[in-house]
């Protein structure tokens, strides 16, 4: 792949970061050092960047506030819902990674590749452009996107840096947040990722470019948003032998390790892509009383009238065009098994919407009554999809097929926030005209927090039902490589959950059971190739398929931190049980253990200096077909497990002033083992080890 102009930019940009602060760092000490010249260890000396030279009474300085908030839309009551800013400096060191900040997630090995979590309760149910679910950790919907309310104007910058130039990986993101007043904000937000490839032809290209406005004002507010994605991924179609892995000194000359770029792969110049463009407009109404209030000051008594806010009425509008394609320029034989379309340029599915929602909401706590927050919502959504197909005996067979559908829903939402112990919400949705008649959802949880030891404990749980018609994309799918028509019944889960959290000594566990009928699935049809060095390899022919039985999921996960002075040692644990391994491949076990020192350097600089360490016991889990772009379970005549490999990763995880940065070795155990099976997915090794580092900076005016 290109190295594109805005590489150099982003190098010269943190250089001078960089610089700035080290020149910043210098300038610092040596006035410091000026007026105690015991060094660090001087009465007046508590830090490297501590002392300021005298102020110079002529000059007025100005005071910046660093005050600022951050909220998301609620897609169902079109009101904003607060949420905490990124700020957290513990773990920093793993917020670029694909694999999650926990190493929960499968992907393909290189940065931003697709991704699948090991973990059941992780996954997320799939929208109509089912194209999305690998690479949710890049897109975010409109009513995910944050906006920002700012005293001052300020911007954030994150750069993340592995590997060398060749075949290393970037990432740079960050957002500019601005108000005109106490009612009128603006804000850019841009994302860009480049991960080139250790392994040949593995590139991902990641682009994310949002604007938004907002005006809040006393009885009115609006907000809008618009966004741009496009992502492109190279496509190797897996290794062509694990041994270049697993056993290199087999496979010729006797070496004991070939160089990533030196191992062949299956697939060369092939492509998935994947472009966005959404928007999103939200507008909310506040509803008030007048409400009389008396008062008295000695013996004078009096009334005075009083607004009081009771209720929001809402309208949000969503606007997206969707569309994925897949582009080959070359393909062995022995990849696919069948090819459907011989004009592959039109080998794209779009997917055009647009959704409308009102909604009426009364206050939680306007009257003693109001315990909770209320609201009652309607919803038309429209869809329009798109997809190759063919028609029989017409020498101009193959054409593009739309599809259009239409839904009317209607839904309710109570919700408790206020107060220190408990605190609920409720939900339910259904479909009452349209293509998915009958679909309904209905979900709750709540919390109960009481003090343990000295600190807070909160005990959660949570219920869950629906029944639900599948995408149309899981339906229907016609490409060059893959094509199935089917019919399915909805979809009916059922589960319930509930945890413990105790924050005195750092415990939590969480359980959950769900029941799955009618469970809706891509699995691979197709059989083994044997190449011409005599290597099995699988074949793809993925096609839909619905379970016709129920099946059951329990999973038990435990989260313990152990604390002894500096050093810590922070695990997370997970077991799960599938009740059809065939159908839902899940781990038995899934290990996430971190010990670190953290401490304070000089009273300014806190660190975190450790490692951690992946493991996931071994099983049949999901492969990955470049034509659909999505993950599947094995055909049972040829798998390939992966698990039982521990990987390891060191880290230095620093923040001074406000500013967080990182060094990292990732993958540090790399070669090191007599088990070198480091396959995450099957066919896809694990990245070699490769240093890392990252930095993101908060700058006020």
Request: hydrophobic content about 35%; charged content about 20%; aromatic content about 14%.
């Amino acid at each position: 792949m290109p190295v594109f102009p805005v590489r150099n930019i982003l190098l010269r940009s943190v250089s001078v970061l960089f610089l700035t602060l080290g020149a910043t760092c210098v300038i610092k000490a040596q006035s410091t050092l000026s007026q105690n010249q015991d060094g660090f260890f001087g009465e007046k000396m508590d830090g490297f960047m501590n002392m300021d030279p005298d102020k110079d009474s002529t000059v007025v300085e100005r005071t910046v506030s660093k005050d600022y908030w951050q909220w998301t839309i609620d897609r169902n009551t079109g009101l904003p819902a607060e949420i905490r800013p990124d700020t957290l400096h513990h773990s920093f060191q793993n917020a670029h990674l694909t694999e999650g900040m926990f190493g929960t997630y499968s992907h393909l090995g290189n940065m931003g590749s697709p991704r699948q979590s090991r973990l059941y309760f992780e996954r997320k149910p799939l929208n109509d452009f089912i194209f999305d679910a690998p690479y949710d950790f890049w897109v975010k919907s409109p009513e995910q996107f944050r906006f920002t309310d700012t005293k001052s104007p300020h911007m954030n910058l994150t750069y993340f840096k592995g590997g060398n130039k060749r075949t290393g990986e970037e990432h740079l993101k960050g957002y500019f947040a601005a108000n005109f007043n106490k009612k009128v904000g603006i804000g850019l937000d841009m994302d860009y990722s480049l991960g080139r490839g250790r392994y040949d032809s593995q590139s991902t290209s990641l682009f994310d470019a949002r604007l938004y406005t907002y005006y809040r004002g006393d009885i009115y507010n609006m907000h809008v948003t618009v966004n741009r994605d496009e992502m492109k991924i190279a496509e190797n179609g897996g290794i062509q032998d694990v041994r270049y892995i697993t056993t290199p000194e087999a496979m010729a000359e006797g070496r004991k390790q070939f160089a990533p770029e030196d191992i062949p792969f299956r697939l060369y110049y092939n492509w998935n892509n994947i472009k966005h463009l959404q928007g999103l407009f939200a507008q909310n109404i506040t509803l008030r009383a007048d409400v009389e209030r008396t008062d008295s000051i000695g013996d004078t008594v009096f009334t005075r009238t009083e607004y009081v806010e009771y209720g929001k009425v809402a309208h949000t509008l969503e606007i997206g065009s969707l569309q994925k394609r897949y582009i080959n320029y070359q393909m062995p034989s022995g990849y696919y098994e069948h090819t459907f379309l011989h004009n592959d340029s039109i080998d794209m599915m779009n997917n055009f919407y647009v959704t409308n929602t009102v909604s009426a909401s009364l206050i939680e706590g306007f009257r003693k009554w109001a315990f909770a927050g209320l609201t009652a919502f309607a919803r038309f959504d429209y869809r329009q999809f798109t997809m190759p197909d063919t028609v029989p005996g017409s020498a101009a067979s193959e054409y593009r097929h739309k599809y259009r559908k239409g839904n009317f829903s209607i839904g309710g939402q109570l919700e408790k926030s206020q107060g220190d112990n408990l605190t609920f919400r409720a939900g339910v949705e259904t479909v009452l005209a349209g293509t998915n008649i009958g679909d309904i959802t209905l979900d709750g949880n709540m919390e109960l927090k009481y003090p343990v030891l000295g600190k807070d404990a909160r005990i959660g749980a949570s219920a869950r039902l629906s029944a639900l018609d599948s995408p149309l994309f899981l339906e229907k799918y016609h490409s060059t490589f893959a094509w199935w028509d089917e019919d399915f019944d909805k979809e009916f889960k059922t589960g319930i959950g509930g945890y413990i959290d105790i924050e005195k000594t750092g415990t939590r566990l969480q359980l959950d059971v769900e029941n799955v009928a009618g469970y809706i699935y891509l699995k691979n049809e197709a059989g083994k190739n044997v190449n011409n060095d005599g290597v099995s390899q699988p074949m793809y022919n993925i096609k839909a398929f619905q379970h016709d039985g129920s099946i059951q999921i329990v999973s038990a996960t435990l989260q313990q931190n152990f604390k002894l002075g500096p050093l810590h040692w922070d695990n997370n644990v997970t077991y799960q049980i599938s009740g059809n391994r065939s159908v839902i491949p899940l781990p038995d076990l899934n290990i996430f253990s971190d010990i670190y020192f953290k401490f304070i350097y000089y009273k300014r600089l806190h660190m975190e200096v450790g490692a951690n360490a992946l493991f996931f016991t071994r099983y049949d889990a999901p492969g990955y077909c470049p034509a659909v772009g999505m993950y599947h379970t094995q055909n049972e005549s040829f798998t390939q497990k992966v698990g039982g490999y521990p990987l390891i990763t060191g880290y230095v995880n620093c923040m001074l002033r406000g500013v967080r940065f990182y060094v990292m070795y990732y993958h540090a155990n790399d070669g090191l083992m007599s088990n070198r099976d480091s396959f995450i997915v099957p066919g896809y090794p694990a990245n070699p080890g490769m240093f890392k580092f990252g930095l993101s900076w908060t700058l006020f005016d």
